[in-house]
């Protein structure tokens, strides 16, 4: 008993730097774009996303996870663990005007590449790309496969003619066909089987899937043919097309060895777009909006390392809690200059969330605001529209219909309560004490914002300089 305490003693004194690092966790970070709550079989089992089913339900479903109401943002809380109201990137990045993620930030890859991580991304960027600078491989990732910017042609990888699909620094043109969701797959495929498996992996994988345009093999339209939207059927077979790219990551994982030390995580990047056919419902709202469909977003976590599995976990978590709870995993400390907060503990015991409050966003130059706190919400300042509740095709077509928002704010819900939104307390004389607390501490924060710069476009942008391609290296 003492020998072998002696010895565990001695392992950890002079273990580190060799064997420990092979002991931290493989992770595994999944991101979909602008799935909604109702597009995933655990909220609707009219979606069919089996191999993401059994993971949440195996693992530790997210009820109430906030991202931010659009892509650029969500992706900048979850890579820098800061809300960007407070970085100048509320909203999306255009591919023609010359701003990008600021460079002072340090990015979860590179956070974790110190704590002895690979670290390789396939899919997505959308956090700026006029110069090599904001670009993935000089922002902590070993290994970049994928797009810079928003939205492109699932089988082109263009948009607005011009190609974006890149392996590193260097243009792909010979993937013309292939589906981007299938080709990540592939890729992420090969990372895994040349990874080394004594160095811990993460490996950010943010798909296209289910953003529009609305592009998927026949085949996954089969199974939704009673589905008589044909938008709504494209999200179906869209979603079942990412969930099967996820079993081939996944089954990739289990076969080589790595997936019993693999912690995944799962999340939307925002919440549908109805008008596209993506669903929120019951949730109020679309995509870009302050509602709750546009940001309360289906997420779960599954692996090992989690002490409690396979329940639903209720606490309040953001996006900007992400980078914080994945250096912890990962043996890194706590950086106190964060707006996020390490969730580990409570999400891997089912204990109460560190989390109490919220930014929506601040977003001066738009003039709209919206703070969560404790079990309120506020949303004051110019109003963007979308305010239904949007029942998708499937569920239209059994006689649930989608209702007509029509209000106008300010907004003061009780979100515990009325998750839906349905009960607007602003002006109700009985609230007036918690309307007033939610205006100062609005008012508090306002003063941390960095506005959205407002910038010109850029002809030097255009891709006809550099051979039809939307190349880095103008600004
Ligand atoms: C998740 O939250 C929604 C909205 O509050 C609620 O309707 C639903 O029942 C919750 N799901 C679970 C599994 O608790
Ligand atoms: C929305 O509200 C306005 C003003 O109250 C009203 O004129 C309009 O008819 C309403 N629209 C719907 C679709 O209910």
Known sequence: MAVLLFISILGCLFGQGTAQASTKPHILLIVADDLGWSDVSWNNPHVMTPTLQTLATNGVIFNQTYSQPTCSPSRTALLTGKFPYRLGMQRVMNSRKPHGLPLDEELLPQKLKKLGYATHMVGKWHLGSCKWEYTPTERGFDSFYGYHHGSQDYYTHKSARALDLWDGKTSVSDQNGVYSTELFASRAEDIINQHDPNTPLFLYLPFQSVHTPHQVPSSYLQTFSTVQDDDRKSILG????????IKRVTDTLKGKGLWDNTLTIFM????????????????????????EGATRVPAFIHGNMLDRTGYTYHGMMHFVDILPTLVSVAGGTEDPGLDGKNMWRSISTGSDSPR???????DSGEHRFAIRVGDYKLVTGNRAPKDDWYAPAEMQQMGILTEIGNESGPFLFNIREDPLEKSNLYGVAEYAAVQRAMRRRLNELTPYEVPFPDLADDPAADPSNYGNVWAPGWC
């Open 238 to 245: 869209m979603a079942t097309a990412l969930d099967d790219a």
């Open 268 to 291: 939307s990047d925002n919440g549908g777009e109805y008008s596209d056919g993506q669903s929120n419902w019951p949730l109020r709202g679309a995509k870009g909006t302050f509602w």
């Open 356 to 362: 109490t409050e919220f930014v929506y966003d601040i």
